[in-house]
């Protein structure tokens, strides 16, 4: 099978560019041919197709708008009136992206396409262009992008928002869901309602969810189950039954944002007699406001931004992870990696997270945005160390098994012939 990969960056940033590769590896290693379909970046790692360089794919990727990662930063540059018209028709409607689609459906004559991101910076026209060349598309959902123009059901204003999902259409704007600006929530408000318009979302074949509860809402907003395929993400397992210990320290890995509830993390170790290791990164100086509110404390550390293969060592020696988001968070990769390094997980009771962790088996649940239930929580764990590694154990166990490679393969070939008989 030959299958055209798309997301927005071809280089590894964060959970879907992770997927993007390790997917574009397992795909490849049962013997299918992934052709990338990104945009041009100064990050990009090399173009290898089955072990081959192919450089020359790289003339269907799209310009760069710019190179930054993330839309915060992008908005806050300057820039010329030709990239801010290429910037607005990437949200909207894209003839570039669909020129393009449509040459390298052309050439390569896929039997499919399949979507990882393609919001904001590609933008649905490469659905159009899949469909009229008449090669089934398949989009595997990320966040929320569909539902709520900010893409996070979450604002800082107000916390959790669900106004857009109920029909009132001008809530972004009110809230400033978007950079806290009424101008960018407008945009983003005003290109989902375009692709509301367009019905994007029925000219998608299938859809992958990882998250269950992401599952429900995209059918909360009006997407039959039938194209709904419930596959959790897979860990990449490179080292079988790793050794690990278990040290008396805390991990939490992810992006230093509002939203992940680390100012709930800190009040609750502020305190505490235990330690508490901060992995992370954030690109609009919340950072700063985290060190400020932990006040110099001893037993906070922040580690900063690293790499897998540099976190790996941390996760391997925790006593066990936290994950204390404040929104739905709709599949994060830490939880799993935690379950591949044998650790428990302390979770929030909230949005996929519930689904997540089995209180008691895998880790342990805290009430939503509650520092005191999280240290109990943390205390518990460290008060019952063998019971952490034998949650630690069972979530391994489901790498093993749900979140295995081979699991989420076997899934997802299934929706792949699915829909190729549909089109056929």
């Known amino acids: 099978m030959k299958i055209i990969l798309v997301n927005y960056r071809y280089f590894f940033s964060g959970g879907p560019e992770r997927y993007y590769f390790n997917i574009k590896e397992i795909l490849e290693k049962n013997g299918h041919e992934v052709i990338p379909f990104s945009i041009k970046s100064s990050r990009n790692v090399p173009i290898i197709v089955n072990g081959k360089e192919r450089p020359e794919l790289e003339r269907y990727f799209l310009d760069i ?107 972004c704007v009110k809230n400033r869901c978007v950079l806290n600006s009424h101008v960018y929530s407008g945009i983003k408000m005003m290109a989902k309602r375009l692709h509301d318009v367009m019905n994007v979302h029925q000219r998608i074949d299938a859809f992958v969810v990882p998250s269950e509860f992401t599952y429900k809402k995209l059918n909360e907003y009006g997407i039959p189950y039938e194209k709904l395929n419930h596959i959790p993400t897979f860990f990449n397992l490179k080292e079988v039954n790793p050794q690990v210990t278990y040290e008396p320290f805390v991990l939490y890995v992810g992006r230093l944002e509002k939203q992940k509830g680390l100012m709930t993390l800190i009040k609750a170790f502020k305190d505490a007699p235990y330690q508490l290791k901060i992995i992370g990164f954030c690109h609009d100086g919340y950072e700063e406001d985290l060190k400020a509110y932990a006040d110099k404390n001893k037993n906070i550390e922040f580690l900063g931004k690293m790499d897998f293969e540099q976190i790996a060592p941390y996760l391997k020696s925790c006593l066990c992870t936290v994950v204390p988001s404040e929104w739905y968070d709709n599949f994060p990769n830490s939880l799993i990696e935690s379950y591949a390094f044998k650790k428990a997980v302390i979770a929030t009771d909230f949005g996929s997270l519930q689904y997540m962790v089995s209180d008691g088996e895998t880790g342990l649940k805290f009430k939503y945005a509650d520092a005191k239930d999280l240290m109990s929580k943390v205390q518990y764990m460290f008060e019952h160390q063998e019971e952490a590694k034998k949650m630690g154990e069972n979530g391994y166990k489901l790498i093993e098994t749900v979140y295995s490679p081979e699991a989420h393969y076997n899934q997802l070939m299934e929706v792949f012939k699915k829909v190729m008989k549909r089109i056929w």
């Open 65 to 171: 708008v710019d190179d930054e990662v993330y839309f915060a930063q992008s908005a806050q540059k300057k820039k010329s009136l030709r990239l801010v018209l290429k910037s607005f028709t990437r949200m909207f409607y894209s003839m570039e992206a669909k020129r393009k689609m449509r040459q390298i459906i052309k050439d390569e004559k896929p039997d499919l396409v399949y979507v990882i991101q393609m919001h904001n910076k590609i933008s649905p026209s490469i659905v159009d262009a899949a469909k009229e060349m008449k090669v089934p598309v398949v989009h595997r959902i990320s966040d929320f992008q569909y539902m709520c123009p900010n893409a996070l059901f979450y604002n800082y204003r107000i916390g959790v928002c669900e106004e857009c999902l109920k029909g009132n259409r001008i809530a």
